[in-house]
């Protein structure tokens, strides 16, 4: 037999097996488009924004659909109410990590956000109780921020009201809120440790958002095979853990149990108590990957919620100026803002909270996976499958946040004026997945906010009309585009 005839007929035959066994089970899977082998539903989907692919696939598929990225199985939910169902109302069977070929790499499961099963329980609970309950020492974490706030607004200062790029500033303060309570210190914004540490994290999260990442983790051998920035990331994650175990061992040397400084010192005294447990979680491993965790969850995401807000206060001049007067109205001029002010200035906390609904940050959310077999929806879901939610289709629902394509603080005030919690705010995810510094981000985000427009009037270096706010086309993350603004003084 000729060997091309041999190979179209191998090939043929392996066409008809591949899809006799992707409808074999359709009858119990969700439903989806016909996948190709090896590339799976890639050409259906655009990596350059695969929130509107997945958008248009729910209006052919329904709220619960599958796709396959390369080899791989995706179950994706579209909707509020399909969210709330499997995150919150079916919590633990949607509690796990879905790991990407990146993030394997990355965190090898250890720290709070890529790991599973026990280890992810007893990490994230010490997590939370430390962040929460212990405050980071004599100082709470309300103060660290109010200080940070303060050290922000003088470097703003220095600009002379210039047309600046704010990108550097938004980045380094939230990066030392971060640095505040690990290593017990802030760093000036002219330390050449903090900035390098901080051109890391920068770099790290632009390499993340690209379409090439979205590609790896489709097909993985491009990883192990290929060159591309995928290779600068993972030197980049490995110098900045290596900077975190110094801090560590620097940290051991003056350790004093009767009275822990940071996160740092408080992980290291639960691993003195847990010497003898063989079974113990509380390993070097998991301290630098919490560490890290914490670098990586606290400072771009913060940072570039932060750039979003103030590009869309230069668009909206009408909402700095109402935000304005209700800070001069509340807190005046003289003194910090605290996160008492927030509960008496509801057109503030509106604002900042339809930031974060309006630049949808991560559109699909983290991927998460089914812990074990589940009937969900009258579907199969096998244990192991990868869930993606869409939080753009929860954020953006029309029905709750009427033409939710635009920018207004009154998605968040009823009638009277009054702050409307609404159930679809979900920029931090829902369930027992939700991201641990919610508080932290919030607090950040209203200080942050607050004590810049309290000092400073901000002016566009361009006419606003023509102020593009359209977040820049990415894999995963929502980015503002680049802008220039002037810090005015007050």
């Not at 591309?228 to 051991?252: D, F, M, P, R």
């Amino acid at each position: 037999m000729d060997p091309a005839v041999a190979l179209v007929l191998c090939l043929s035959c392996f066409l008809l097996l591949f899809f006799w066994r992707q409808s074999s089970g359709r009858g119990k899977l969700p439903p989806g488009p016909t996948p190709l082998p090896i590339i799976g539903n890639i050409l259906q989907m655009d990596i350059k924004d695969i929130r509107k692919s997945i958008k248009n696939l729910s209006k052919v598929y329904g709220p619960v659909f599958m796709v396959y990225f390369g080899m791989k199985p995706v179950v994706v939910l579209h909707g509020y109410e399909v969210v709330k169902e499997a995150l919150t109302d079916h919590g633990e069977e949607f509690s796990g990590r879905g790991l990407l070929p990146i993030s394997e790499k990355t965190s090898k499961g250890f720290g709070v956000i890529f790991s599973n099963g026990n280890r992810w329980k007893e990490i994230r609970r010490f997590s939370l109780m430390t962040l929460r309950n212990f405050g980071m020492g004599k100082r709470s974490i309300e103060e660290r921020v109010q200080e940070e706030a303060h050290c922000l607004v003088e470097e703003l200062r220095k600009t002379k009201a210039s047309p600046c790029d704010p990108t550097f500033f938004l980045g380094c303060a939230p990066c030392n809120v971060i640095c505040s309570i690990v290593f017990q210190k802030r760093f000036d914004y002219k330390d050449q440790n903090f900035l390098t540490l901080m051109g890391r994290f920068n770099e790290n999260f632009r390499i993340l958002s690209s379409p090439w990442i979205q590609l790896c983790n489709s097909f993985p051998a491009l990883i192990d095979y290929f060159p591309g920035i995928h290779n600068k990331l993972l030197k980049n994650v490995a110098l900045t853990k290596s900077y975190i175990l110094e801090k560590v061992k620097e940290h051991q040397e003056s350790l004093d149990v009767n009275n822990p400084r940071d996160f740092i010192d408080c992980f290291l005294i639960k691993m003195e108590q847990e010497k003898n447990n063989s079974q113990s979680e509380f390993t070097m491993e998991n301290l630098v990957g919490s560490v890290a965790d914490l670098f990586v969850a606290g400072t771009e995401t913060t940072s570039t919620s932060l750039r979003f807000a103030l590009l869309l206060l230069l668009k909206h001049p009408e909402v700095t100026a109402k935000v304005q007067e209700e800070i001069d109205r509340v807190i005046g001029r003289h003194r910090s803002p605290c996160m008492q002010d927030r509960s008496h200035m509801p057109y503030t906390d509106a604002m900042v909270h339809e930031v974060q609904r309006y630049i949808d940050l991560v559109p699909l959310n983290l991927p998460h996976t089914v812990t074990h077999d589940i009937k969900f929806r009258n579907y199969l879901v096998p244990k192991g499958t990868m869930i993606m939610t869409s939080l753009t289709s929860v954020l953006h629902y029309d029905n709750e946040f009427p033409d939710p394509e635009t920018f207004n603080p009154a998605h968040f005030l009823d009638e009277s004026g009054n702050f409307k919690k609404s159930d679809f705010f979900m920029p931090f995810s829902t369930g027992k997945r939700i991201c641990l510094g919610e508080g932290l981000a919030r607090m950040e985000l209203f200080l942050f906010l607050t004590s810049i427009l309290q000092n400073f009037n901000l002016k566009s270096s361009i006419d606003t009309r023509k102020i593009d706010i359209t977040s820049v086309p990415s894999g995963t993350i929502s980015l503002p585009p680049l802008y220039k603004i002037c810090f005015i003084p007050v």
